[in-house]
């Protein structure tokens, strides 16, 4: 059955390792977040007033830089610490906006308190909801053209939907991601246990992804092996955080160089260190 704005509700796998496994320069907040979900989770049976454990976390930042990945797949090392399978199930604040406010609250008040403490059925489970702010938004961040009561009714409709789920549901913790966080709702921030800030990733970090990048082609493309450990990967990689990207970008950043030219794209293995440090200086000129 489908309920709006749920995009996901799976048991944590080997897909959701390798993706937390694979990202990189988030040591710290990969061990807070981790850290924070096995307290929480093992905190079930305590006074949630007297401990001030929400069971909520916030993960903020820039666009691309891997909140979303961090908070879905939390799961797989979560199961570990566990010993037991740990559910993730995903929520698209955006996807649940009605133009009808009315709407919208009865069907987030119905989404947090109902449908997903129905599909975790008792296992330990993370309810991500990303994009938050699109549910629970600061009044002074409020358009012209929204109704600021609806808006406010919303945002009500939200916390005491998260409350209730903490409330009634120990074997869940919930993670929300923004990218604007100055535009989401105080009341909501003050709820968090914690909140983790993603920054853009660092050159060494960039450095770091573009050698898993490339090892990745490798495996089919055995010519680019040499330009794994090549010391104009860190070269590379300075330029690139000179550019202020993401770490999507910096993923999407081999490709784009493979497929800028019909010889690379014909033999990818034919890239030269010389051509991935000039795409680079290119992208920091903004051409």
Known sequence: ?????????????????????????????????????????????LDRTATAVNRLAAIEGPPGTGKTTLARNLCAPLGDLCAAPVRVIEFAAH?????????????????????????SNGQPTVFVV???????????????EANPVDVHRTTDAVLTALDLLADLSPNIITV????????????????ADVTISV??????AIADILR?????WAAEFPGLKTLVDHHSISTAA?????????????????????????????????????????AARDRRGGR
């Open 199 to 204: 920054p853009l990733p660092t050159a060494e």
């Open 130 to 144: 990303d994009e938050v702010e699109s549910l629970a938004m600061h009044p002074g961040a409020v358009s012209l």
């Open 176 to 191: 929300v991601t923004t990218n604007f966080p100055d535009l989401v709702d105080a009341a909501l921030r003050s709820r």
């Open 238 to 278: 300075k330029e690139l955080a000179s550019a202020h990207i993401d770490a999507r970008q910096a993923r999407k950043f081999v490709l784009d160089v493979l497929s800028s030219d019909l010889s690379t794209a014909a033999d990818p293995g034919s890239l030269t260190a010389t051509a991935l440090v000039s």
């Open 1 to 45: 059955m489908e309920h709006t704005g749920i995009v996901r509700d799976e048991v944590a796998g080997e897909r959701h390792a390798a993706a937390w496994d694979n990202l990189i320069g988030l040591g710290g907040q990969k061990n807070q977040l981790l850290a924070w979900a096995a307290l929480a989770l093992r905190a079930a049976t």
């Open 95 to 119: 996807e649940a906006m009605s133009s009808e406010h009315g709407r919208t609250q009865r069907e987030v008040h119905r989404v947090l308190t109902e449908v997903v403490p129905g599909l």
């Open 212 to 216: 898993s990048t490339l090892a990745a």
